[in-house]
């Protein structure tokens, strides 16, 4: 979506496949708006997904197997971090993230760059800190630390503990990386 689109929507347009892509969305995920948009579909998959602000009718599941997969896929990843980047300034997804004081519930998501930012920084407070509580445990920031690629975070080794070097202030809030 990011490379040629405006090539390729021309194209299901040209061969008059537009009512047929709605109709497989509507199925597929529930996507029913009034007034159909690509860019609509693709803000509403990350809505669905992300138990922050605004929420979605499309399916949960459906969503999140759908944005995993175009994630994990070598030939897309640069359109979706892309488009994740617009949907998370778009949906104002750091500001709400900044209201949070306890970033748990979020571990199972990884679809914005500032939600995995934001969990890999309260891993690091909490070994620092001494104050990491369960369900923090080892490992659990590797998944996160991977997510995006050239996020800033880098992990140190020393002997008796893993410190995270990472672009976040020490609030706890994150900042822009942009």
């Known amino acids: 979506m990011a490379r040629n689109k405006a090539e390729r929507w021309s194209q ?3 061969f008059a496949l537009a ?5 497989e969305l509507a199925t597929n995920f529930g996507y029913l708006p009034v007034t159909p948009a690509l860019l609509d579909f693709v803000f509403s998959l990350f809505r669905a997904v992300t138990p922050l602000g605004v929420s979605s009718s499309l399916d949960p599941h459906q969503s999140l197997v759908f944005l995993n997969r175009w994630k994990d896929s070598a030939g897309y990843r640069e359109a979706f971090e ?31 760059r500032h939600i ?22 080892p490992g659990s920031g590797r998944r996160h630390a991977n997510s995006f690629t050239g996020c800033g975070m880098t992990p140190a080794l020393n002997r008796s503990t893993v410190r995270w070097r990472c672009r976040l202030n020490s609030s706890k809030r994150c900042q822009s990386l942009s």
């Open 82 to 112: 892309t488009i994740s980047k617009q949907a998370e300034q778009s949906l104002n997804i750091l500001a709400v993230l900044n209201q949070i004081e306890d970033v748990r519930p979020l571990l199972a998501f990884d679809t914005y």
């Open 12 to 14: 299901i347009e040209t």
């Open 116 to 137: 995995d930012l934001r969990i890999l920084a309260d891993i690091r407070d909490g070994l620092f800190n001494g104050t990491l509580s369960p369900p923090w445990k």
């Open 19 to 23: 009512d047929a892509l709605w109709k």
